[in-house]
């Protein structure tokens, strides 16, 4: 990778670390906050949903403010609201730095996925988004594999990790403001078909993966009797999984394009979902995890590639819009799913599997609109008219 673009694949590592974090160590949380880990739960809703709703403006607005300075800025911010959750006395305050911390990053992921678009050539778009899938995948892995670990000593120490990525970041955000036109960025540029499709499969891919990263954590501590440590390795296997399929899934986007890409990639998340729900053993919860990380790899791939490719007058405004209805669902996944496991318990991950089916479905019910829509369809995605 270019000296000038690698910044901008790392950073993809940020937004999933952040987001998922607190899943592994929900229990340590709630004591250490005199609280109870079901309350804890809610620092994933806490972080998703600024992260999602800003991200409906974030990536329209740093286009006119200035993807590079905006990018800088945001990150420093970050900073800062990592060191919030690290003094938290209690869980309001805890909840509030989470806020803190998604917002901020609103206006850093979306500005990555559209300044990679305007850097690398459409034949190999595919390659360059599935390498900043696996970094977001690494993000992924690295969240546990940290925060477990972190929470057997001290939870609070799993904020420092998040914060050093960032202070490094802001001092190496490369020049993203290259593509002329970035004052003239509309919104009206964000309604069309193409845009739509994304932001659909992106809603559904992350309300069933987030229910996945979170009641898979409680399945194993309540039916496996796993400690913070075990736990964490065992959800790493969801990142891990789709850092080492990235390339291949990137690859695989530009030769059969986004629909038969999507429809597939959903299947999988269905699989595993199910294997996981029903998996009578640790190994086979594992698996179902890594069929999730592998899944939703593939389908990050696709919903960046739809996005960046809808609109390029505004890259930065699609790509964000996407993702905030990535993170809508993710946000809402505690809310709808956590309930259904204290209810059933394993089974309700079984119930989640019916998501990706609705999203495949989805797919194909708008199979035309990537492909008649005027902007450069992917290879795969049939000719531009």
Do not use: K
Request: hydrophobic share 55%; glycine share 12%.
């Amino acid at each position: 990778m270019r000296g000038r673009t690698w910044p901008l694949y790392v950073g993809g590592f940020l937004g999933p670390y952040a987001s998922t974090m607190v899943t592994p160590m929900v229990h340590e949380v709630a004591v250490g906050l005199r609280s109870t880990p079901q309350a804890a739960a809610g620092a994933v809703t806490a972080y998703m949903l600024p992260f999602a709703a800003l991200m409906l403006v974030s990536g329209t607005l740093a286009e006119r403010w200035g993807r590079a300075a905006t990018m800088r800025w945001s990150l420093l911010a970050f900073v800062a609201a990592s060191a919030a959750c690290v003094l938290a006395p209690d869980l309001g305050w805890f909840l509030a730095a989470r806020v803190a911390q998604g917002a901020t990053n609103a206006f850093t992921t979306p500005l990555l996925v559209a300044a990679i678009a305007d850097l690398v050539a459409v034949d190999r778009l595919g390659r360059a988004l599935g390498l900043f899938a696996g970094m977001q995948a690494a993000g992924q892995a690295a969240s546990p594999l940290v925060s477990g670990p972190s929470a057997a000593l001290d939870w609070r120490l799993a904020f420092a990790f998040p914060a050093l990525v960032a202070l490094v970041l802001a001092a190496t955000v490369p020049a993203m403001d290259g593509r002329p036109g970035r004052a003239r960025a509309s919104w009206r540029a964000l309604a069309n078909p193409r845009l739509a499709l994304a932001c659909g499969v992106s809603f559904l891919c992350y309300l069933s993966a987030v229910a996945l990263t979170v009641l898979s954590v409680l399945r194993a501590e309540d039916d496996f009797g796993l400690g913070p440590g075990q736990r964490g390795l065992l959800a790493a296997a969801f990142g891990v999984a789709g850092l080492l399929a990235a390339p291949v899934l990137g690859r695989r986007l530009e030769v059969t394009g986004p629909v038969a890409t999507g429809v597939l990639m959903n299947l999988v998340l269905c699989a595993g979902l199910l294997l996981a729900a029903l998996g009578t053993s640790v190994i086979l919860l594992a698996v179902g995890i890594a069929l999730v990380g592998l899944a939703v790899t593939g389908l990050r791939t696709t919903v960046n590639a739809l996005a960046a490719t809808s609109a390029p007058t505004n890259r930065a405004g699609a790509t964000s819009v996407a993702l905030a209805f990535q993170f809508f669902g993710g946000a809402l996944a505690p809310l709808v799913w956590v309930p259904v496991y204290d209810g059933v318990g394993g089974p309700a991950l079984a119930a989640v599997a019916v998501v990706p089916l609705v999203a495949a479905g989805l797919v194909l019910a708008a199979r035309g609109a990537g492909s008649r829509h005027p902007v450069s369809a992917l290879p795969g995605d049939g000719p531009p008219p």
